[in-house]
């Protein structure tokens, strides 16, 4: 039988193919390998498309995350409060500026940062919050913000896994002082390679962005602060654009395929789907439901041809690489819970209902077999 990958990027590819080719081919007849038209269209593009005053383009989603928290302030020694349930890159960035990471817990319906715990969390060394807008769907922001406004606390969002997600209209990557991004292929907005940037109102954060990304300098071989080299490459810019254009449509068709997900798995016995909220608009960059025996599931459907995968098997505390903060098992037990029963079933824009039959036959197969 057909198999079904988790993501396939070559019908997107497929569909703006014949539109890039053109530029991709100025941009290497030109030699304009670093910045212009391209990259300057594509910032101004997503800022519009966020509903932020700027956006900086940098060379990766790690890098976009590490220059917010930088340019809004972040220094060495601070605490960053974040979810443990997430990609390890939202703790790294914060630890590669010498900062703490401060874990708190996720709430169990959807497994996003605990804003009762963020309260907890917070001490007069709280330097940042950052919210993490997993699996396509939002943190709670309006309580988020209420937390950090009271404690006098910078809000830096995580959006890597949610472009185009909404509240009440009001688009990711618009609601804290500064929001990171990532365009790693598999995003809801993918590039051709590592591509990410950073979106916010104040234009001093933006400037401060694109000095640190470039050696600290505003100005040939005049460097202010120690930075790094981190832009957008042109021919990442290229790809994007064309892609953003398609975004809303892209996102609705995942929309659609998250409703048909839903329908389909609401007879199936054992299968915990996800939940939306009033007033949330969901990117679903991800679909992750809830299952007893998961690993054993996995193996099946895999072993059928099916590409489910897990988003993400460790909680960031219980990795290696950040044994040093001291904690173990049992510390968040609800994200530590979920890890052990998160699967991700396949999507993208252009996954067919056929598809989808087949993975939830597979899924119920399994589970008859349990």
């Known amino acids: 039988m ?15 193919a014949d539109e890039i080719r053109e530029e991709i081919e100025y941009v290497l007849w030109s030699a304009a390998f670093i910045g212009g038209p391209a990259v300057a269209r594509f910032e101004n593009a997503y800022a519009q498309f966020t509903g932020t005053g700027h956006c900086v383009g940098v060379a990766n989603g790690t890098d976009a995350l590490e220059l917010a928290l930088r ?14 349930n997430s990609f390890v890159a939202t703790a790294e960035a914060v630890a590669r500026i010498g900062a703490a990471p401060v874990f708190v817990d996720v709430d169990p319906v959807h497994l996003l940062i605990n804003p009762a715990d963020v ?8 330097q940042a919050i950052v919210p993490v807008h997993l699996f396509g769907q939002l943190a709670p922001m309006p309580e988020i913000m209420q937390l950090a406004l009271a404690a006098g606390v910078t809000v830096i969002e995580d959006a890597a896994q ?42 001093d954060v933006a400037s401060m962005v694109r000095v640190l990304g470039a050696h600290g300098s505003s100005a040939k071989y005049v460097h202010d602060v120690v930075g790094m080299n981190s832009r957008l490459d042109t021919l990442q810019a290229v790809v994007l654009n064309a892609k953003l254009a398609r975004l809303p449509r892209w996102n609705q068709m995942r929309q659609d395929a ?7 798995l ?51 505390h219980l990795t290696k690489a950040f044994s040093y903060l001291g ?19 396949p999507i993208f824009p252009h996954i067919t209902a056929a598809q989808q039959q087949r993975v939830v036959q597979a899924l119920t197969d399994s589970l008859r077999m349990r």
């Open 162 to 203: 949610s472009q185009g997600a909404q509240l009440h209209g009001r688009v990711s990557g618009s609601f804290g002082a500064a929001a990171a991004t990532s365009f790693y292929p598999g995003k809801n907005l993918g590039a051709a390679g590592d591509a990410g940037a950073v979106t916010t109102d104040d234009p």
């Open 258 to 264: 998250a409703a048909r997900y839903t329908d389909l």
């Open 266 to 316: 609401a007879a199936v016995p054992g299968v915990v789907t996800p939940v939306g909220r009033d007033g949330y608009e969901d990117a679903w960059h991800l679909y992750v439901v809830q299952l007893e025996n998961r690993d054993g599931v996995l193996a099946q459907l895999n072993a059928a041809g099916i590409g489910a995968g897990i988003h993400y098997p460790t909680p960031i």
């Open 327 to 345: 904690k173990g098992a049992g510390d968040f037990p609800v994200a530590e819970a979920a890890a052990s029963r998160i699967l991700s079933l």
């Open 71 to 84: 340019a809004c302030g972040v220094r060495a020694g601070g605490e960053v409060i974040l979810p443990a």
């Open 2 to 16: 057909e198999a079904v990958p988790l993501v396939d990027l070559q019908l997107q590819q497929a569909e703006i």
């Open 119 to 126: 309260a907890e969390a917070v001490t007069g060394n709280t």
